[in-house]
Each structure stands twice: as structure tokens, then as C-alpha cells.
């Protein structure tokens, strides 16, 4: 399997809900990634899990709460989100020091 | 912290024009530099990369350049097709490249 999946393709939720953004890899990457992505813009970085420990948090609101649960499953755990909140969240994956694949992304509106 | 800055912001070419895209890093400690296509709708997939112990590296229609004196690098396509129509990101990153600073990012627009 050389692909990075994740689930839901599409979510919306109300600014009291909670939910949750899973993304996998069966690639024996170590290193796995959160990205956030606004319409027209780059992917700005959010997390960074290495050997499923959180290396990188660039200071991203308490509300995203990430997971790695093992080496092949990242999550990301969402509650009491603003509107502005409401953009592709890309998961990503990489050997260490590696070629970082995307996956598909989760389009979210926050209502 | 690291920062990327890409040009042009659109590019529209013909059909079998060549296309450059250019991209400043300020960090000179930054040593890999790969570029990503993004289609409407989709996933960004990288199409070449380069590490700072090489000059350039080409993929059939696809190469880049580094300059690492200028802290500048460049992807250039030749022979435009229409399917290349899309964004493409440069990006840049320190050490074993798990943190990756992208540019703002290029719509080309390849015209038939």
C-alpha cells in the first residue's frame, strides 16, 4: 500500500460538536504530519508526530487535539471549533529526513 | 524561522512554451527543496525534489535548479501541456526535513 488515506472526505460541524479526522499509512513511515489548508493558500504545518511521539506543535489552538495511536493511524480530535476554523486538513507522511506524501484531505465546514 | 518566497503568483503560457517558476529561501542552514503540483480538488504530490550537495536534477520534462549562494531555486517545465495546468508549491526545510516551509504557490495556466 503507497498511499497516505484519510477519513471523512467531508465534514460539517456546529461550533459545539466534537469530532474527530483519522488518516493512515501502510508505507512504514515514522514520521507523520498535520497540515491545514485555506483556499488558495499553501499548506501551513500544525503537527508533527515522530516514532508516534509529538515532535512539532506550531503553536496550534487547544481545541485540535492529536493522536497517534500507534505508527500507522494519526488522528485529529476537533471541539468547540470557529468558523474560520473551516478548511482542508491534510494529514501527511514521510521516513524520517524523507519525501513527505499527502493524503486526499478532509474538506471541513464549521457552521 | 525559516520563510520561502515564490514567483510569479500566475503564469500563463502556450502550449509547448517552456515554464519557470522562482523561489528565495532566507535560512541558508535549509537543504532540501522539493515542489508540489496541486490539482483543483486534490492531493499536493510532489514531482522532484533537490538536496543542497546537488546543483540541479531533471525528470523527463521537469528539472530544478539550486543556488545556494543566492539561497534561490527554480523548477522548470519544457513543453508545456495542458495537464499541467495547476499549483505548484515550493517548499524548503532544515536538517531531516520534517518541517517543511512551503511558498505561496504558482497557478499556471498552460493554454491550448
Known amino acids: 500500500d503507497t498511499e497516505v488515506t484519510q477519513t471523512p472526505k467531508h465534514l460539517v460541524m456546529g461550533m459545539t460538536n466534537k469530532k474527530s479526522l483519522k488518516c493512515e499509512q501502510h508505507m512504514g513511515h515514522r514520521a507523520m504530519y498535520w497540515y491545514k489548508q485555506k483556499a488558495k493558500k499553501p499548506p501551513e504545518l500544525m503537527f508533527v508526530y515522530s516514532y508516534e511521539k509529538l515532535s512539532i506543535n506550531e503553536s496550534v489552538p487547544s481545541r485540535f487535539s492529536p493522536e497517534c495511536p500507534n505508527s500507522s493511524l494519526l488522528n485529529l480530535h476537533l471541539h468547540a471549533l470557529q468558523p474560520e476554523d473551516s478548511a482542508l486538513y491534510l494529514c501527511a507522511s514521510s521516513k524520517e529526513g524523507g519525501v513527505q506524501y499527502f493524503g486526499p484531505g478532509t474538506r471541513l465546514l464549521v457552521l | 524561522g525559516e520563510n520561502v518566497e515564490q514567483h510569479p503568483s500566475t503564469l500563463s503560457v502556450q502550449e509547448g512554451d517552456s515554464a519557470v517558476i522562482k523561489c528565495t529561501y532566507s535560512d541558508s542552514a535549509s537543504n532540501y527543496f522539493p515542489w508540489y503540483k496541486q490539482e483543483l480538488g486534490k492531493r499536493p504530490q510532489l514531482i522532484i525534489d533537490?538536496?543542497?550537495?546537488?546543483g540541479e536534477k531533471k525528470d523527463q520534462r521537469i528539472a530544478v535548479t539550486l543556488n545556494k549562494t543566492a539561497k534561490h531555486f527554480s523548477l522548470h517545465i519544457t513543453e508545456t501541456q495542458p495537464e499541467d495546468s495547476a499549483v505548484y508549491f515550493c517548499a524548503a526545510s532544515i536538517g531531516y526535513g520534517n518541517k517543511l516551509v512551503f511558498g505561496a504557490g504558482t497557478i499556471l495556466r498552460v493554454k491550448s
Open positions: 533537490i538536496r543542497s550537495n546537488v
